[in-house]
């Protein structure tokens, strides 16, 4: 599960970590809301892609989005951004736990309804064994959230569903 958060937190808040702080608050990008499916490939398994799908609205991406940019508080000492049409491009270095993390990222949005992200990231010294890691992260709405799910509603690969808020919050699964 922990795994699958990881994933969907990377793929909702990469097109917001670039944004300057003042910015996340008014003006982060909007996706419609809806049913979401994202996919995160990498490196580390090019032909295994993680898959989840998520229920999202408006107050999810919110929190989402200001949870992401918290997390760069403190952390990031270069946090460069330009956005050019429905292209954006990121530059960012970070500390992590003792590891300076260069990630360097292009996204292409389309409309609120997909993008598609490639991050080439380097890690000096080694984090957890790994210098260098190039991830591809897409996501797409596929319509309407489903009969009985919650905004914030996540089902990971292997099929659990769990709600982002309540797992923010130390709360369990559904």
């Known amino acids: 599960m922990r795994h699958a958060l990881a994933v969907l937190l990377t793929a909702l808040v990469v097109p917001v970590l670039a944004l300057p702080s003042r910015a996340v608050a008014q003006d982060y990008p909007k996706l419609k809301p809806g049913l979401w499916e994202l996919a995160h490939t990498s490196d580390n398994a090019p032909q295994h892609p993680t898959t989840a799908t998520v229920c999202l609205d408006d107050s999810v991406q919110k929190e989402m989005f200001a949870l992401g940019n918290g997390a760069m508080q403190g952390m990031c000492s270069k946090h460069d951004f330009r956005m050019s049409g429905r292209r954006a491009t990121g530059d960012f270095v970070c500390d992590m736990g003792g590891s300076t993390m260069h990630s360097k990222s292009t996204m292409v949005m389309n409309g609120d309804s997909a993008y598609r992200t490639e991050i080439h990231t ?53």
């Open 122 to 174: 380097t890690y000096s010294p080694a984090l957890m064994g790994m210098s260098k890691i190039n991830t591809i992260l897409t996501a797409r709405r596929l319509g309407p959230c489903r009969p009985g799910q919650r905004p914030g509603d996540m089902t990971t690969p292997d099929g659990h569903t769990f709600n982002i808020r309540d797992a923010m919050n130390g709360n369990g699964r559904k």
